[in-house]
Structure formats: structure tokens, C-alpha cells
Nanobody, 114 residues
């Protein structure tokens, strides 16, 4: 399974951050779909995850601002963070786990700056 993230780049502070992750395989059979991020000098952290039945989990730094969603017909997982701040700047990666091990995208850089 190959994953390709889209939507990175420069985001205005206070604006929305929107990313998509297109999978080459059927995402409806994945146990977990998730977004992680890693900023320079920091450990990788979970941003948001969604289980097969749709239960979602969010990292404390984005709780209340982030939404993870999916479109199984398009094999795409989305992430939206409202009111982005410079602290949201990082490389964002999507991950799908089908039970045989996680698959990762290559990551996309997001910079929140005016």
C-alpha cells in the first residue's frame, strides 16, 4: 500500500490547515488511520486517529481544533486543523495499519507563518 499526502505548504496563522492522504489500497479494511507530525527537534506526535468503525482520537495539542475524516470511495483520509498556529508547523505524515504492520506516507511539510 502506498500513501501520498497532499496539501502541505504555507498556512496563514489563524487559518485552516487541510491535508489529504490518498491510499493505493482499500482504506475501509484498515484497522486504524492516523495523522502524525514531527517538528524539528521534537518527537513525532499523534495528531489524530480513526478506527475502522469511526471512533476518533486527537492529540492534546489539537483537541478541539482538528478533525480527521475519510472517504472510503476515494481511499482518502483527511485532516483539518482550524485556527492554525506556528506551533502546528511540522512534517505531517499519514499512517494506515491493516494489522500486518503500519504503512506510512512520505510526509508533507506544513509551515504556519505570515
Amino acid at each position: 500500500v502506498q500513501l501520498v499526502e497532499h496539501g502541505g505548504g504555507l498556512v496563514q496563522p489563524g487559518g485552516p490547515l487541510r491535508l489529504s492522504c490518498i491510499a493505493s489500497g482499500d482504506i475501509s479494511s484498515a484497522y486504524v488511520m492516523a495523522w502524525f507530525r514531527q517538528a524539528p527537534g521534537k518527537e513525532r506526535e499523534l495528531v489524530a486517529s480513526m478506527g475502522r468503525v469511526g471512533i476518533t482520537t486527537y492529540g492534546s495539542s489539537v483537541k478541539g481544533r482538528a478533525t480527521i475524516s475519510r472517504d472510503s470511495a476515494k481511499n482518502t483520509v483527511y485532516l483539518e486543523i482550524n485556527t492554525a498556529t506556528p506551533e502546528d508547523s511540522a512534517v505531517y505524515s499519514c499512517m494506515l495499519n491493516y494489522g500486518t504492520g503500519p504503512y506510512w506516507g512520505q510526509g508533507t511539510q506544513v509551515t504556519v507563518s505570515s
